[in-house]
């Protein structure tokens, strides 16, 4: 079986942890639930409007106890007014290196959106549009965020996933200690077993219930249902164990890091261990984004997207965000020309 469809399944089973962990629980209660899983149920993030997230993704091929290829993927780095009136403010990086199915990535990447201007640092070089053209594509996505489940609604899969709780995927919750964030946050931490299975069915379900969520997914190499399902049958047979899942929860319940760690049985006496994991830092104690300049011609960026000005003109903002999705994930997992 290729490398390629459990980094796709390691893929799913993140996504859908942290859509199902921070949107889909964290309903108000009268009183603290009295056990670890109604607990990890209420995980959310409420009430957080700026902060430091990252994502990050690990993946070791071994045989025989030594490492054959690895590879890593990050994307970190500050937002502010989430959840508020209008579009979001990021200054994410966006790293990948190392050797994956046999090709050798090396992708540095980031946009910086601001009220007042997009920036993009795309494969070494920085790019600005023009104002007026800012202007339209910050309209075109602002539309787009007023319409459940277009594809141009970057919260697309969070409204799909309304109903889900941790414990639909994760089971045996137990407490598992007092500790603290990157940034000195005291959270209490719950570990659990992950359910692949359950985790690939909440993927499904998402993609099948919202079609802009589908597409988003589709964008960044989520397999097809039908290849879905057959990673499902396979993947209890080459689990080494169930993964376990660690969850960091604030007082106020909101998830501070997510960790998921998977070792897969491949052919040849091979392994793949794979961990995803997510943190947030600095909650709604970040107040700005830094001020920089594009100094490369713009119409540049839009070639590397196979684009141009009329392009964008004619496109909506769902066909523009998926199609930046994809080109974003083939450069990031190494796809281009494959």
């Not at 039908?226 to 209890?236: F, G, I, K, M, W």
């Not at 960091?248 to 998921?260: C, S």
């Given at each position: 079986m290729r490398v390629w469809r459990w980094v796709a399944v390691g893929m799913a089973c993140l996504l859908a942890g942290l859509i199902?962990?921070?949107?889909?629980?964290?309903?108000?209660?009268?009183?603290?639930?009295?056990t670890p899983a109604g607990k990890a149920d209420l995980a959310n993030f409420e009430g957080v409007h700026s902060g430091e997230g990252g994502i990050n993704l690990t993946i070791n091929r071994i045989k025989g106890k030594q490492p054959v290829e690895g590879f890593t993927m990050r994307i970190i780095g500050p937002f502010m007014k989430a959840?508020?009136?209008g579009l979001p403010q990021i200054d994410p990086a966006i790293e990948a290196s190392g050797e994956l199915a046999g090709r050798q990535i090396e992708f540095i990447s980031?946009?910086?959106l601001?009220?007042?201007?997009?920036?993009?640092?795309?494969?070494?070089?920085?790019y600005e549009p023009p104002h007026e053209v800012f202007e339209e594509l910050k309209s075109k996505f602002e539309d787009a965020q007023d319409e459940e489940g277009n594809s141009g609604n970057a919260m697309a899969c969070v409204e799909a996933s309304d109903g889900f709780s941790v414990s639909d995927l994760v089971h045996d919750i137990s407490y598992e200690g007092k500790g603290e964030t990157f940034d000195g946050t005291p959270v209490e931490t719950f570990g659990g077993d992950l359910d692949p299975v359950a985790a690939i069915d909440e993927v499904i379900q998402l993609v099948e219930a919202s079609p802009g969520c589908k597409a988003q997914l589709e964008a960044v190499g989520l397999p097809p249902v039908s290849e879905l399902e057959t990673v499902q049958r396979d993947l209890s047979k080459s689990l080494t164990e169930p993964p376990r899942v660690t969850l960091g929860l604030d007082k106020e319940g909101v998830l501070r890091y997510l960790n998921i760690p998977a070792n897969v049985k491949l052919p040849q006496h091979e392994e793949l261990e794979i961990v995803v994991a997510m943190s947030l830092n600095q909650v709604n104690k970040v107040t700005r984004m830094p001020?920089?300049?594009?100094?490369t011609p713009y119409p540049q960026l839009l070639k590397q997207f196979g684009l141009n000005n009329e392009d964008v003109e004619q496109a909506d903002a769902g066909e523009i965000y998926v199609g930046i999705l994809e080109v974003l994930s083939d450069r990031l997992f190494g796809r281009e020309g494959s």
């Amino acid at each position: 079986m290729r490398v390629w469809r459990w980094v796709a399944v390691g893929m799913a089973c993140l996504l859908a942890g942290l859509i199902l962990a921070a949107c889909g629980g964290g309903e108000t209660t009268t009183e603290p639930p009295a056990t670890p899983a109604g607990k990890a149920d209420l995980a959310n993030f409420e009430g957080v409007h700026s902060g430091e997230g990252g994502i990050n993704l690990t993946i070791n091929r071994i045989k025989g106890k030594q490492p054959v290829e690895g590879f890593t993927m990050r994307i970190i780095g500050p937002f502010m007014k989430a959840g508020e009136e209008g579009l979001p403010q990021i200054d994410p990086a966006i790293e990948a290196s190392g050797e994956l199915a046999g090709r050798q990535i090396e992708f540095i990447s980031g946009p910086l959106l601001r009220d007042d201007k997009w920036v993009v640092n795309f494969d070494g070089k920085v790019y600005e549009p023009p104002h007026e053209v800012f202007e339209e594509l910050k309209s075109k996505f602002e539309d787009a965020q007023d319409e459940e489940g277009n594809s141009g609604n970057a919260m697309a899969c969070v409204e799909a996933s309304d109903g889900f709780s941790v414990s639909d995927l994760v089971h045996d919750i137990s407490y598992e200690g007092k500790g603290e964030t990157f940034d000195g946050t005291p959270v209490e931490t719950f570990g659990g077993d992950l359910d692949p299975v359950a985790a690939i069915d909440e993927v499904i379900q998402l993609v099948e219930a919202s079609p802009g969520c589908k597409a988003q997914l589709e964008a960044v190499g989520l397999p097809p249902v039908s290849e879905l399902e057959t990673v499902q049958r396979d993947l209890s047979k080459s689990l080494t164990e169930p993964p376990r899942v660690t969850l960091g929860l604030d007082k106020e319940g909101v998830l501070r890091y997510l960790n998921i760690p998977a070792n897969v049985k491949l052919p040849q006496h091979e392994e793949l261990e794979i961990v995803v994991a997510m943190s947030l830092n600095q909650v709604n104690k970040v107040t700005r984004m830094p001020i920089t300049h594009g100094y490369t011609p713009y119409p540049q960026l839009l070639k590397q997207f196979g684009l141009n000005n009329e392009d964008v003109e004619q496109a909506d903002a769902g066909e523009i965000y998926v199609g930046i999705l994809e080109v974003l994930s083939d450069r990031l997992f190494g796809r281009e020309g494959s």
